[in-house]
């Protein structure tokens, strides 16, 4: 039956950071038949539908002011598990977490994973998410063994690298802008333990930084590098890489219990005493320049070299372990940039954004460097290089300056060849995005769009900014 549109209230969504708020119809089908009645009231009503999940993208692409949201998280239902070829079969609102925690306990793990367990699996494929482990295994895009999707025009269509490859390879990563997935085959990967073998260390400067993920990336399953950004002078760019693999079979003695879910859970209360989910007032304090730059000089003294075992959800998902750690940013919020830079550019083009941020007083808290490699997806942002994601707060003081500054760094980035992540970035026009893409990807995926939506209702506020602006 089709929802009496005329009697729905607007409501307000955000972003991950909260820093957008816009109001929207909210729409949350649970199963294709809604999917396709809400294309319906669209058409009638003249309205544009924008694609979400769970709503954890850092801007504003799953957000449509004044539209349709059309919210999937209650397709979440685990359709076919196979645990002797690892071969799962998912409604597209399952988490991560749903995921992980179905998966480990017979020995398999996602091949891919984002900093939180929160997102879902249509929201990983409308980003084509990467994992710390992307030079090595690629985006998520390379694990999908099939999924089968609803057209706005009314059509379900089911794809797979070889099966409507070029919709394939347009629809991961699409931003949900060609169509709604609505069930999605991926193949996991196996292991042995539910620990993970962690080695730490500390760089000192940006080019130790980059120099060490450059080697470290291609001898181990996962590579990650925590930037302290705050740091200037001959400190520019330093901070601690991690490295991460998997144990083989009979390096885990209690390799049983350590892959059963209550041993991955993380605690929840911090020394075991305050309860995670009031930390974020305590880390509130720390939101300013001044104090941030204390705790990292603290963090890098302290910090040694060591090797250590952790958990496989305690090593990916540490952000998880504040819930809303996100509101220690205050009112104003954060948003996050995320830039992917060619191994040859990358050390000037960081240097000049890093040194640039803290002249003008604004420096981002958390910076995040991984080591990457190009894929065949057609609105990619991987390159043969570095991505380095930076976390900035937002205040009403700060706002036009942050907007200039991250203005600034998309011309840096351009000038030195590297590339943007639409799940991130909040200022990219669509003149940058026609530089980084080129043309011809652009036609293309336009080509696609036509073809798969001639109505033209999937729209988001991002798909506005940066492809039609
Ligand atoms: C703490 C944190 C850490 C993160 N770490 C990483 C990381 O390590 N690597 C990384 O790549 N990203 C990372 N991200 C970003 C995050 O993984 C992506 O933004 C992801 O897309 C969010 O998924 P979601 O379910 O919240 O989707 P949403 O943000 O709601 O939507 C994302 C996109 O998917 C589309 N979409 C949603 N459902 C469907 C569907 N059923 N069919 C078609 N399109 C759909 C939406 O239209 C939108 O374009 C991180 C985010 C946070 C908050």
Partial sequence: MTPDHSQRPLTFLDNFGHSLRTPAYLYQPENPDGVRSIFRIAKQEGMTVALRGAGKSYNDVSLNGGGIILDLQKMNHILAWDPTNGVIRLEPGVTLEQLWQHVLPSGW???????????????????????????????????????????????????TPKRNGDLFRAMIGGLGMLGVFTSITLQMKKVASGMLQVHAWNVPNLKAHLDGLFEAAPQHDYTVGWLEATAGGNGLGRGQLHTADYLHEGEDAEAEK??????????????????????????????????????????????????????????????????????????????????????????????????????????????????????????????DGFSLALDFKVTDRNRAGLSRLLQDFDRIVLEAGGRFYFAKNSETTAGTTRRFLGEEAIAKFRTLKKRCDPDGLLESDLYRRAFEG
């Avoid at 996602?110 to 295994?137: D, E, Q, W």
């Avoid at 690629?138 to 379900?156: D, M, N, Q, R, W």
Wanted: charge should be positive; aromatic fraction near 12%.
């Fill in 109 to 159: 793990w996602p091949p891919v994973v984002s900093g939180t367990m929160t997102t879902t699996l249509g929201g990983c494929l409308g980003s084509n998410i990467h994992g710390k482990n992307n030079f090595r295994r690629g985006p998520i895009g390379e694990h999908v063994l099939e999924f089968t999707a609803l057209l706005p025009s009314g059509a379900k269509i089911t794809c």
């Fill in 258 to 383: 350590t892959l059963q879910v209550s041993y991955q859970t993380l605690p929840s209360r911090f020394f075991g005493l305050v309860p995670k989910s009031i930390l974020h007032y305590f880390m509130a304090p720390f939101g300013n320049n001044l104090a941030w730059s204390a705790v990292d000089t603290v963090k890098y003294y302290m910090g040694r070299e060591k090797t250590y075992r952790q958990s496989h959800a305690a090593f990916h998902f540490l952000l998880d372990y504040i819930p809303h750690w996100e509101l220690a940013y205050g009112r104003g919020g954060l948003i996050q940039y995320q830039s992917f830079l060619p191994k040859e550019s990358a050390l000037g083009a960081w240097t000049e954004m890093l040194k640039i941020s803290q002249q003008r007083g604004l420096p981002s808290y958390l910076g995040v460097t991984k080591r990457h490699r190009p894929d065949a997806f057609l609105l990619t942002h991987a390159v």
